[in-house]
């Protein structure tokens, strides 16, 4: 099985979206985000590929995700470019194509969409914020 990064003590920082949180427009973040709530709009990491998506379980996500690791327990209604790692629990339906490096599924899981492995020379998409 393919292990996500671990979390070091100086990493310990990190955003959170509570369940009674919706949002309508584009997410930009950096380092690690965890959803609980939903979002109609896209998901973009502002950082290189060791930025950390994590879409909880109840979670409602209703437009395109941009980031290095993504972790999914829940529906996705739009495409993913995980430009290091997806991560598919058994929980997780995506609606959409899937662009990936490296690619984990749980027995379970559902993709309703393409799949398309992302060349590792040059794994774009990311916001330069500068």
Known sequence: MI???KVQKDDLQYSILRKDTKLTGDLFFSGRL???GSITGNI???EDADSTLVLEQGSEINGEIRAGNILVHTLISGDIFAYKRLSLKATAI???DVHYQELEMEQGATINGNLSALN???PNGFVDDS
């Open 3 to 5: 292990g996500f990064p």
């Open 34 to 36: 965890h959803v609980f």
């Open 44 to 46: 973009i990491s502002t």
């Open 94 to 96: 995506i609606q959409g």
């Open 120 to 122: 590792k020379e040059k």
